[in-house]
């Protein structure tokens, strides 16, 4: 079964910084383009972060310049540094193949909450 892990979420304080971790089976990795979701309460999952199978980055507008998004091929991992974080960030954060109708099922997310 193709598992999805992502780690690294918790409490923080606005302004401050995270770094979210996936770990993502080489079957889904490789070729493919892969994202950060967000998930808030009571809203739908949006990709805020993506990085396509040769390092181009594409980011949501709300995050831009505070977020990076990089992937380590060899690794099989996707990170998320989370740069001057605020609290409209707070959410349950999934990594997944961009688009993710594509991907596997869901892995369990990682909760971050920033307190302001």
């Known amino acids: 079964q193709v598992q999805l892990v992502e780690s690294g979420g918790g409490w923080v304080q606005a302004g401050g910084s995270l770094k979210l971790s996936c770990t993502v089976p080489p079957s889904i990795m490789n070729g493919n383009a892969m994202g950060w979701y967000r998930q808030a309460p009571g809203k739908e999952r949006e990709v805020v972060a993506r990085?396509?199978?040769?390092?181009?980055?594409i980011y949501e507008d709300s995050v831009k310049g505070r977020f990076t998004i990089s992937r380590d091929n060899s690794a099989n991992t996707l990170d998320l540094q989370m740069d001057n974080v605020q609290v409209e960030d707070s959410g349950v954060y999934y990594c997944?193949?961009?688009?993710?109708?594509?991907?596997?099922?869901w892995g369990q997310g990682t909760q971050v909450t920033v307190t302001s």
């Open positions: 997944n193949i961009v688009p993710c109708r594509l991907g596997p099922n």
């Open positions: 990085v396509m199978a040769f390092g181009m980055t």
